[in-house]
């Protein structure tokens, strides 16, 4: 056995055993220095109550706050017979007043958590015609996020771009 053989033979099992402790990440966000963290969607609708055009987040400290932003827009945050889903903060991912139907995002269920800042990413989607229906509509999903305290949110497309960003957790008045 040369020499370089038997080095091999010490150093791949050394690094291989180094990256066992190590929890695999996302490719995505392999080279982005983001550590990977997961978030649920809880609630979606497609008549959210907003006027503004474009998409926003809402971020909730907790469930009081949402409850409380429900009642005032009278939506039905209808869930399962277990309740409120998941405990901790939430945010609502507003896509704004749209002039038809069919516009919707789909949050990513793996998420991305950065000094501070949750990233998440989801598709959107639009009507291929946007004339054949017109049915305005405010859709949105409501998420679930993990119990970490973030200082902002980010929502990216598929595309990679910025569609909205929120500045930290603040109760709703």
């Known amino acids: ?3 370089l ?3 091999m033979g010490v150093i791949v099992p050394v690094m291989l055993t180094a990256c066992a402790g190590r929890p695999l990440q996302r490719i995505d966000t392999f080279f982005s220095g983001e550590d990977p963290v997961s ?3 809880v609630w979606r609708h497609t008549q959210c109550g907003t006027d503004a055009t474009e998409t926003k987040l809402t ?3 907790d469930r ?8 005032e827009r009278r939506l039905p945050l209808v869930w399962s017979a277990g309740g409120l889903p998941g405990g901790g903060a939430y945010v609502l991912v507003d896509l704004g007043q749209r002039p038809a139907a069919g516009h919707a995002v789909a949050i990513s269920a793996a998420a991305g958590q950065r000094a501070g800042t949750l990233m998440l990413r989801g598709p ?3 009507p291929s015609d946007p004339d054949a229906v017109a049915q305005p509509e405010s859709p949105c999903v409501l998420v679930n996020l993990p119990p970490d305290r973030f200082d902002a ?3 990216y497309d598929q595309n990679g771009e910025l569609r909205a960003t929120a500045l930290q957790i603040t109760p709703v008045p």
């Open 124 to 126: 959107f989607f639009a």
């Open 39 to 41: 978030v649920r969607e």
């Open 153 to 155: 949110v980010r929502l």
């Open 59 to 61: 971020l909730f400290a």
């Open 1 to 3: 056995m040369n020499k």
């Open 64 to 71: 009081d706050d949402l409850l409380r932003w429900a009642a």
């Open 5 to 7: 053989g038997m080095w």
